[in-house]
């Protein structure tokens, strides 16, 4: 009776150890999923950051090159415009 009450708990051990496993073997699974999403988050954070980046230069170098600011250059410059007529503002 002893020797299949051993094998009997030999068997809970081993469905137990099983359990145990499969629940490490999961909680593995879901934390690399996790890490992975936090991962491809950051990236998204970054491209857009680096696109909110370059339209901001953009727009600074679409403004230095208005001709109201090379106009306000040229005066700082002195130097003489020849577009001025296309220059000035409308009443």
């Given at each position: 009776?002893?020797?299949?009450?051993?094998?009997?708990?030999?068997?809970w051990w081993v469905l137990?150890?099983?359990?145990?496993?499969?629940?490490?073997?999961?909680?593995a699974q879901r934390t690399?999923?996790?890490?992975?999403?936090?991962?491809?988050?950051?990236?998204?954070?970054?491209?857009?950051?680096?696109?909110?980046?370059?339209?901001?230069?953009?727009?600074?170098?679409?403004?230095?090159?208005?001709?109201?600011?090379?106009?306000?250059?040229?005066?700082?410059?002195?130097?003489?415009?020849?577009?001025?007529?296309?220059?000035?503002?409308?009443?």
């Amino acid at each position: 009776m002893t020797n299949t009450t051993d094998m009997r708990l030999s068997r809970w051990w081993v469905l137990l150890g099983g359990v145990v496993g499969l629940g490490c073997l999961q909680v593995a699974q879901r934390t690399a999923i996790v890490m992975k999403g936090y991962a491809l988050g950051e990236r998204v954070h970054r491209v857009h950051t680096q696109q909110t980046d370059v339209l901001l230069e953009t727009v600074e170098v679409a403004g230095l090159s208005s001709p109201l600011q090379l106009s306000d250059v040229a005066k700082e410059r002195r130097m003489n415009l020849v577009a001025w007529a296309a220059l000035r503002e409308e009443p």
